[in-house]
């Protein structure tokens, strides 16, 4: 079972950006999905990005898509997530987690492993 661990969270005013890195034990990453989700006080956990395994697709929330970017390091075993033209909305605990197997793709209910979460506050 591969494990993960999230960096990079903290406070950071709206408009601005921040990179989330997820560390993986992972030899490569080619097979497995490589998510990011987050929780806000009060509302179920979400997913935000994804990357999919094998092919290397990626899909993310409505509520991200433009602002967001899921990618992985040339070695395959970091991922990260870069998130641009932030809002106080998204503030929350944002995770890591992975799922095994080919063609696997990101569900909150199908991960196989989670990092601790690394929070991330946008205000002014």
């Known amino acids: 079972q591969v494990h993960v661990a999230e960096s990079g969270g903290g406070l950071v005013q709206p408009g601005g950006s921040l990179r989330l890195s997820c560390a993986t034990s992972?030899?490569?990453?080619?097979?497995?999905?490589i998510g990011w989700f987050r929780q806000a006080p009060g509302k179920e956990r979400e997913v935000v990005a994804c990357?999919?395994?094998?092919?290397?697709?990626?899909f993310y929330a409505d509520s991200v898509r433009d602002r967001f970017t899921i990618s992985k390091d040339k070695a395959k075993t970091t991922v990260y997530l870069q998130m641009n033209r932030l809002k106080p909305a998204d503030t929350a605990v944002y995770y890591c987690?992975?799922?095994?197997?080919?063609?696997?793709?990101?569900?909150?209910?199908?991960?196989?492993?989670w990092g601790e979460g690394t929070l991330v506050t946008v205000s002014s």
């Open positions: 987690a992975a799922r095994g197997g080919w063609g696997a793709t990101c569900a909150v209910s199908r991960m196989d492993s």
């Open positions: 992972a030899f490569t990453l080619d097979y497995y999905a």
């Open positions: 990357l999919v395994s094998t092919d290397g697709g990626s």
